[in-house]
């Protein structure tokens, strides 16, 4: 196992290229950071995700924010905890900038805490878990329309 800080850093920087990847839309590279199955959980539960569900969900939901002016998603906080000799609990902060005509800028900023698989050359995802997602919150504050 790499020193923590070492460990540490190579987990910054893979949540740093997380956030350059989501920002050039490159969903195929987002793919290849998880785990060939991971689990999400949230408040409605968990579920076990494939790669084939992934592809289909990136590209919808940055669909659903760029209709409600999304401008920017930045990594706004890590905090890095080994959990095992191999895996590693990442707690994330996210801010994402929308801009609508007539309108001020709205931030939202949520937490997103992560199970990382350090073992081997590459960190993937094997479990992403937050509280709520920014599409609700985004609806709770009238950027996008309710579903209901």
Known sequence: MPHPRIQAE?????????????????????VAM???????A????????????????????????DSAG??????????ETPLTDRYSLVRVEWRWRF????AEPTTITLPSRFI??????????????????VATVARERGILPSTA
């Open 10 to 30: 190579r987990l910054r920087a893979f949540f740093e290229r997380f956030e350059s990847l989501s920002a050039a839309s490159d969903v195929d590279s987002l």
């Open 34 to 40: 998880y785990a060939p199955n991971f689990m999400i």
């Open 42 to 65: 949230g408040p409605n539960g968990a579920q076990v995700v494939r790669p084939a569900d992934i592809l289909r969900a990136i590209p919808q939901r940055k669909q659903l924010l």
């Open 70 to 79: 999304h401008r920017e998603t930045a990594l706004v906080g890590f905090e």
């Open 99 to 102: 801009e609508r005509a007539a």
């Open 116 to 133: 990382v698989d350090c073992a081997g050359d590459v960190p993937h995802i094997v479990l992403y878990m937050n509280d709520t997602d």
